[in-house]
Structure formats: C-alpha cells, structure tokens
C-alpha cells in the first residue's frame, strides 16, 4: 500500500469538513476543493507509471476514496466531490 498517497488523502478531510455546508448549500464546488484530488492524481490512481500515473495498487486506491469519504464528512459531499471532480 503507498501510504503516502493515503496520508495526502487523509490530509483532504479537513478541506472537507469546512467547505461540507458551502457544498450542500450551493451544490458546487470552489476550485480550490475541485483542484485537491487532482494535485495529488487521485483519478490517475490506476494509470501505469510508463502513461505518468502513480500506479497504486487496488487497496491503495480504495483507501483514498474510503478516506475522503470518510463519515466525519457529509455523505452526499463525498459523492459530489468525486462525481464533480472526475466531471472537469
């Protein structure tokens, strides 16, 4: 298991957790909660390391989704902020 990227996403919940009532009210997200998952290649997870990808193995990749959507954080935030994410 890389245990750095799961740190980096661990590192995420408190972004989160602030900006939880700001997503649900307007349900957007602001560039800096959009631009979190991808400074830290969070959709490339699975990429191979020839394409520049981090190549993580499976457990690895479901860490760093489980802890970003972590139940400290509002359920439906966890899911807006993959689906939007992974949307631009």
């Known amino acids: 298991m890389n245990t750095a990227l799961v740190a980096r996403a661990e590192?995420?919940?408190?972004?989160?957790r602030r900006?939880?009532?700001q997503i649900e009210r307007t349900r957007r997200l602001r560039t800096?909660?959009?631009a979190?998952?991808?400074?830290?290649?969070?959709?490339?997870?699975?990429?191979t390391a020839a394409y520049g990808g981090p190549e993580v193995d499976p457990l690895t990749h479901?860490?760093?989704i489980e802890d970003t959507r972590h139940p400290e954080n509002e359920s439906s935030t966890g899911q807006r902020y993959w689906t939007d994410s992974q949307a631009r």
């Open 36 to 47: 979190a998952p991808h400074r830290m290649q969070a959709f490339n997870l699975q990429l």
């Open 32 to 34: 800096e909660v959009l």
């Open 19 to 21: 900006e939880a009532l």
């Open 62 to 64: 479901l860490r760093v």
């Open 11 to 16: 590192g995420l919940r408190p972004l989160l």
